[in-house]
């Protein structure tokens, strides 16, 4: 019953702007951490983001500070992830957890 679909990745140029979102189902959105990871091929994954269910607590990876914005809309169990000013480096499958719970993964390509 419980699922998580992350979508809203694509190819795009090096100072280009995207945008994911994060949805959740079966109800896992109610108090539930949202945190945002990548994985760049023969990379381990890593942390990008969090956010607490009130919004009130933030975290960013270092690399994402100043450039990617995280947030969510509890009314429609979705969360976001705003990447701005992307880069090459930023190329990655990018996961979104909810608790426990992994998505797919959706694909971001950053051109140069």
């Known amino acids: 019953q419980v699922q998580v679909v992350e979508s809203g990745g694509g190819l795009v140029q090096a100072g280009d702007s995207l945008r994911l979102s994060c949805t959740a189902s079966?109800?896992?959105?109610?108090?539930?951490?949202m945190g945002w990871y990548r994985q760049a091929p023969g990379k381990e994954r890593e942390f990008v983001a969090v956010v607490s269910w009130t919004g009130g607590n933030i975290n960013y990876a270092d690399f994402a500070k100043g450039r990617f914005t995280i947030s969510r809309d509890n009314a429609k169990n979705t969360g976001y992830l705003q990447m701005n000013s992307l880069k090459p480096e930023d190329t990655a499958v990018y996961f979104c957890?909810?608790?426990?719970?992994w998505g797919q993964g959706t694909q971001v390509t950053v051109s140069s």
């Open positions: 957890k909810v608790d426990a719970v």
């Open positions: 079966g109800q896992t959105f109610r108090s539930s951490t």
